[in-house]
């Protein structure tokens, strides 16, 4: 119940295409929805995130979409470029101090030009 | 946003050695930090939960004696690889929470592990 199940594993987009990765989760006590991006040896930046009350938050080019009901949420990048190319890790949290993020697996994009 | 360093960000020692890595919150206070081990083309796993003051909270299947978490300020945790092996080798990365709420995490650059 504690898991985050991310998906695809990995993704080639075109330059100038839209990137989608979805994530799921059970617990509904989660209140807090993170994306984080790394790059091969940083550390995860956080890129967006979003809360249960709002179905969409848009910056710049990134977008969640958030679909309480279903239990699922998915990061859309849109005119993706080169230098998105990185792993993207969604995230949970619960509204407790103290707790850590429950991170899914993550997911390799490749934007080719 | 907050910042989280880490030091050092590469360190290579020999098998048997120990290796201590900081991380410091540069512009807040934390009296909560979490530490993760990520291996090549996998997600972060959470090792531990340090907390400033007490004793640290570790994760299922991590061994205590063998990473040594002290957290002796509001700034500055560390974690230490006791009796390092070749299969400790990985990137080591803390966050901490920072922001209006508890939910927002900043992570440090990591620390690259490599025993020999």
């Known amino acids: 119940q504690q898991q985050v199940k991310q998906s695809p594993q990995s993704l080639i987009v075109q330059k100038g295409g839209i990137s989608i990765i979805n994530c799921a989760y059970e617990?509904?006590?989660?209140?807090?929805f993170p994306w984080y991006q790394q790059f091969p040896g940083k550390g995860p930046a956080l890129l967006i995130a979003i809360r249960p009350d709002v179905s969409e938050k848009k910056e710049g080019r990134f977008t969640i979409s958030f679909n309480k009901s279903a239990k699922q949420f998915s990061l859309h990048i849109m005119d993706s470029q080169p230098g998105d190319s990185a792993t993207y890790f969604c995230?949970?949290?619960?509204?407790?101090?103290?707790?850590?993020?429950?991170f899914g697996k993550g997911t390799t994009l490749s934007v080719s030009s | 946003g907050a910042v989280v360093s880490q030091h050092p960000s590469w360190v290579i020692c020999k098998s048997g050695t120990s290796v201590k890595i900081e991380c410091r919150s540069l512009d807040f206070q934390a009296t909560t930090m979490f530490w993760y081990r990520q291996f090549p083309k996998q997600s972060l796993m959470l090792m531990a939960t340090s907390n400033e003051g007490s004793k640290a909270t570790y994760e299922q299947g991590v061994e205590k004696d063998k990473f040594l978490i002290n957290h002796a300020s509001l700034t500055l945790s560390t974690l230490t690889v006791t009796s390092a092996h070749p299969e400790d080798s990985s990137f080591y990365i803390c966050s901490a929470p920072g922001g209006p709420s508890y939910n927002e995490q900043f992570f440090g650059p990591g620390t690259r592990l490599t025993v020999l």
């Open positions: 995230a949970a949290h619960l509204n407790q101090a103290g707790t850590a993020l429950i």
């Open positions: 617990n509904t006590a989660f209140d807090y």
